[in-house]
């Protein structure tokens, strides 16, 4: 009986899919990975000079594995040899400045903001310290700048939820300017991540203005006693109504904008009877950048993606090569602008090269060269999100090209519709999925090196990365070469 379930289980081998995936090695995806995930590539910053070398180098790679540059069948559609070039407008971060005496108070040090919402400065004489337990009374307030004391909230998120409702009342009540004292802010700053800048596609409208009604800062309570004198938060804390009191200081706004191009790389690898429909495969090669002169290397997010696309692109570019190649054509498209908002992938999906009526479906792989605490001892694993969200055949692809060539423990833990993390609308598949076509994500999971300057080389397991890797490869050559285009045949929820 035993031997008879097997062979019902395991599906056909493909000898031909094998003898092309044996050419993805262990060793060349981690001698590609130390190159762009070197500190020489700068962490490879979208639009900056690192994204570019990187961008370089995957060309350089598609190129030498004979895979021409892009012919778009959409004459408008812009393809630059290998690239499709998108214009980012980046805002940076840090300029905004609070001058109270001989003291400057800077962003990310003793004050934060959310930069969108900034847009004006000017002098302040004097502030509205509002209770918690005082109403919002536009008489009152319209037109002041007022003090919260972010401690009356209670804490955590419940706290950032009142505060954040708060704020949006005195925003109805003509507030312009909210300053929040913050308990510990340095320490708070410490443990996020702070972008540096933030960034848009430049054919995407800036946040409209009503959102941008009320700017809120955040300033260290210890700082903010300072400006205070007497009238410590701790005192402010006991009155019931507002209270006014006399505070001089200066906010500078230094609004700067930049232009900058950045790229997705695309190897395209046409296929034969059905060259029409297209597989798509993603990887975002951007990464976070240098910060107080360290380079954010990004090993595991997204190097290893970014290396599993140049060893796919060319086992399939060999298959080609070798009169093997896909039925349906392959774009292997490692994108950028993915730590700033998807905005890579997003620009592909409103601006695609080939005809996303015709994309079969997309395969993307953020982070695959680690393991996470939920699996520190487990056997090969690999979290899969969103393979049966559209198509109920590429989950059932998926599940057999793993069961016949990977035998991986596949771990659907972040794809329930609940997961708070909500890892399905945070990586690129995503902007493929929202046009309705099937998509599904390959992560190994978060670490305490995730956005660090850690994620290093030496922390990959070469192993698994290679697996994940051939999972990734299977699953595009049963999609570009089974008989049957994979259905969609569940709705696109919004
Ligand atoms: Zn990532």
Request: charged share 25%.
């Amino acid at each position: 009986m035993a031997g008879c379930i097997s062979s019902t289980l395991h599906a056909q081998v493909d000898s031909v899919a094998l003898r092309f995936a044996s050419t993805i090695t262990k060793d060349a995806l981690m001698d590609h990975l130390r190159v762009i995930a070197s500190d020489a590539f700068l962490g490879r910053d979208t639009g900056k000079q690192g994204q570019k070398m990187a961008a370089a180098y995957l060309k350089d790679q598609f190129s030498e594995a004979g895979i021409p540059p892009v012919q778009a069948p959409d004459p408008s559609s812009v393809v630059e040899g290998y690239f499709q070039p998108f214009d980012v407008i980046e805002r940076r971060s840090g300029t905004i400045y609070l001058v109270h005496g001989p003291d400057t108070l800077r962003y990310g040090k003793e004050l934060f903001y959310f930069q969108e919402q900034l847009q004006e400065g000017g002098s302040v004489e004097e502030l509205a310290f509002l209770p918690v337990s005082a109403p919002v009374d536009p008489a009152v307030l319209k037109g002041r700048t007022v003090l919260l004391d972010a401690g009356q909230f209670g804490e955590g998120m419940a706290a950032m939820r009142a505060l954040r409702t708060r704020v949006e009342q005195l925003q109805g009540a003509g507030v312009r300017t909210v300053l929040v004292a913050v308990d510990g802010l340095p320490q708070m700053i410490g443990l996020m991540h702070l972008s540096g800048s933030h960034m848009r596609l430049a054919d995407q409208e800036p946040r409209a203005k009503a959102d941008q009604g009320v700017q809120m800062i955040m300033i260290d309570r210890a700082v903010m006693d300072g400006m205070l004198g007497r009238n410590t938060i701790a005192r402010l804390r006991r009155k019931k109504k507002v209270r006014f009191l006399p505070v001089r200081f200066e906010l500078t706004v230094q609004l700067s904008e930049q232009r900058l191009t950045a790229e997705n790389v695309l190897a395209f690898i046409e296929g034969t009877d059905k060259k029409d429909e297209i597989v798509v495969l993603t990887a975002h090669y951007d990464h976070i950048g240098v910060k107080d002169g360290v380079v954010y290397n990004g090993a595991d997010d997204d190097g290893t993606g970014t290396v599993a696309m140049i060893g796919i692109a060319k086992a399939f570019a060999q298959a080609k090569a070798a009169g093997k190649g896909p039925r349906r054509s392959v774009l292997v498209m490692p994108v950028s602008g993915e730590e700033k908002g998807l905005l890579g992938s997003r620009y592909y999906s409103d601006h695609p090269v080939f005809p996303l009526a015709n994309t079969v479906a997309d395969i993307n792989i953020d982070m695959i060269g680690r393991r996470d605490s939920a699996h520190a001892s487990s056997p090969p694993y690999i979290y899969v999100i969103g393979s049966d969200r559209l198509s109920s055949a590429l989950h059932d692809a998926n599940e057999r090209a793993n069961r016949t060539y990977t035998d991986l423990e596949l771990d659907y833990t972040y794809n329930a519709e609940s997961d708070p993390n909500r890892f399905y609308y945070r990586s690129d598949h995503y902007n493929f999925a929202r046009k309705g076509v099937p998509s599904v994500f390959f992560f190994s999971g978060v670490h305490e090196d995730y956005h660090q300057p850690g994620d290093d080389v030496e922390k990959i397991d070469p192993d698994l990365l290679h697996q994940r890797t051939l999972l990734a490869f299977h699953l595009a050559w049963i999609l570009a070469n089974q008989e049957e285009r994979i259905q969609v045949d569940k709705p696109l929820k919004p």
